[in-house]
């Protein structure tokens, strides 16, 4: 079965620009999150979605990021305009609704802003 | 006070021995703990879960929990250089969606 699909696994680009991260979640599961890993901060959770409605998105760092989830198999984080303070990789996950229910995370965004 | 703690490392064991991995939590209606695996540049990958008190093995990992405790672990028996990774910790309450990770423990398995 496929995982969770993101892309693209790389991007380059400059400052002031904006950049569109794409992740379709593993079939069936209706739970989606975005993270962001740095070494500085670790893996942190931006926002979450629940039956493609966000739940939580306190963890957006500001209003430059954004979020959506049209449908069951695919979500977005734009963010607009970049920082370099961006740069991170970004993690997609997805999970099915339960308590006991583990994340599966695809092979994440490596976001580079000049 | 972080919600999910573990040791930084690097936990440095040689091969063939035994890795013990700890993590602790500070929220007490957390229900599921899991193991995640993160090589160098790669995503994390679950190894293991655990909801119940006690013991729970699978090959050479046994994960341990102890909710009075407020305590998870993990044991590598048979360490291989493979292992070296960060391993991360994390845990879920009943009342929601929200998964929380620890900082990760990074692990040095010498050949």
């Known amino acids: 079965d496929a995982g969770v699909i993101q892309s693209p696994r790389h991007e380059v680009t400059e400052m002031g620009q904006e950049v569109t991260l794409r992740c379709k979640p593993i079939s069936g599961h209706n739970s989606l999150f975005w993270y962001r890993q740095t070494m500085m901060r670790g893996l942190e959770l931006l926002i979450y979605f629940n039956n493609n409605v966000p739940i939580d998105d306190s963890g957006m760092p500001e209003d430059r990021f954004s979020a959506k989830m049209p449908n069951a198999s695919f979500s977005t984080l734009k963010i607009q305009p970049s920082e370099p303070r961006d740069s991170a990789v970004y993690f997609c996950a997805s999970s099915l609704q339960g308590w006991n229910q583990p994340q599966h995370f695809g092979d994440g965004t490596r976001l580079s802003i000049l | 006070?972080?919600?999910?703690?573990?040791?930084?490392?690097?936990?440095s064991v040689p091969e063939g021995a035994i890795a013990s991995l700890n993590c602790t939590y500070s929220d007490r209606v957390s229900q599921s703990f899991f193991w995640y695996r993160q090589y160098s540049g790669k995503s994390p990958e679950l190894i293991m879960s655990i909801y119940s008190n006690g013991d729970k093995e699978d090959?050479?990992?046994?994960?341990?929990?102890?909710?009075?405790?407020?305590?998870?672990?993990?044991?590598?028996?048979?360490?291989?250089?493979?292992?070296?990774?960060?391993?991360?910790?994390?845990?879920?309450?009943?009342g929601g969606f929200k998964t929380i990770f620890g900082a990760g423990t990074r692990l040095f398995v010498k050949a």
């Open chain 2, 59 to 94: 090959g050479r990992f046994t994960a341990q929990l102890n909710k009075a405790s407020q305590y998870v672990s993990l044991l590598i028996r048979d360490s291989q250089p493979s292992d070296s990774a960060t391993y991360l910790c994390a845990t879920r309450g009943t």
């Open chain 2, 1 to 11: 006070q972080k919600e999910v703690e573990q040791n930084s490392g690097p936990l």
